[in-house]
T-cell receptor, first 115, second 115 residues
Framework: DAGVTQSPTHLIKTRGQHVTLRCSPI?????VSWYQQVLGQGPQFIFQ???????GRGNFPDRFSARQFPNYSSELNVNALLLGDSALYLC??????????????FGAGSRLTVL | GESVGLHLPTLSVQEGDNSIINCAYS??????FIWYKQESGKGPQFIID?????DKRQGQRVTVLLNKTVKHLSLQIAATQPGDSAVYFC??????????????FGQGTILTVHP
């Protein structure tokens, strides 16, 4: 079975540009979460979507937005890119709302470099 | 502030030795703790989890201990192998709210296993 798949794997943007990152969860998983991992640090929570509704948002500016589609895939959008947005963006899916037994399964991430 | 942190950023062990990775957390409102392993170029991989009403949980070659009195979490890896070399993160999920996909990660510990 395919795990969580993310695209693109690597991309380079310049300041002020916009980026869209995509995620396909594990088949049957209805919840998708997005995390930002800056080099040398642990992942930081950005968003969670469950059944196409936003269930949680981390401490990120409004330049960050996301959505979930009827097939449970998800997009993360970042506008007006800053140098500090350079990071590994991780998508994680779970079977349902995390209730102990339903752990987050992470994808390999999308490495964004902002020049 | 609220945080999950690690005492030691790096740990070097010999193959066959037991490894202990420590984590301190400051927020008592957590119902669930998880250890993840992250290898270079990959997303975090679930290792083991423990609920806040437990003190110990064992898996295959791994044991997680939770001491709520001193807000301390540890991961013990028995007979450490070179394939265990990675960055290890502890993460917590806090009670309440609507976002079950929100985990707070610690900084991470780099484990290096020497043959």
């Amino acid at each position: 079975d395919a795990g969580v798949t993310q695209s693109p794997t690597h991309l380079i943007k310049t300041r002020g540009q916009h980026v869209t990152l995509r995620c396909s969860p594990i088949s049957g998983h209805k919840s998708v979460s997005w995390y930002q991992q800056v080099l040398g640090q642990g992942p930081q929570f950005i968003f969670q979507y469950y059944e196409k509704e936003e269930r949680g948002r981390g401490n990120f500016p409004d330049r960050f937005s996301a959505r979930q589609f009827p097939n449970y895939s998800s997009e993360l959008n970042v506008n007006a890119l800053l140098l500090g947005d350079s990071a590994l963006y991780l998508c994680a899916s779970s079977l349902e709302e995390l209730s102990g037994a339903n752990v987050l399964t992470f994808g390999a991430g999308s490495r964004l470099t902002v020049l | 502030g609220e945080s999950v942190g690690l005492h030691l950023p790096t740990l070097s062990v010999q193959e066959g030795d037991n490894s202990i990775i420590n984590c301190a957390y400051s927020n008592s409102a957590s119902d669930y703790f998880i250890w993840y392993k992250q290898e270079s170029g990959k997303g975090p991989q679930f290792i083991i989890d423990i609920r806040s009403n437990m003190d110990k949980r064992q898996g295959q070659r791994v044991t997680v201990l939770l001491n709520k009195t001193v807000k301390h979490l540890s991961l013990q890896i028995a007979a450490t192998q070179p394939g265990d070399s990675a960055v290890y993160f502890c993460a917590e999920r806090r009670k309440g709210g609507t976002s079950y996909g929100k985990l707070t990660f610690g900084q991470g510990t780099i484990l290096t296993v020497h043959p």
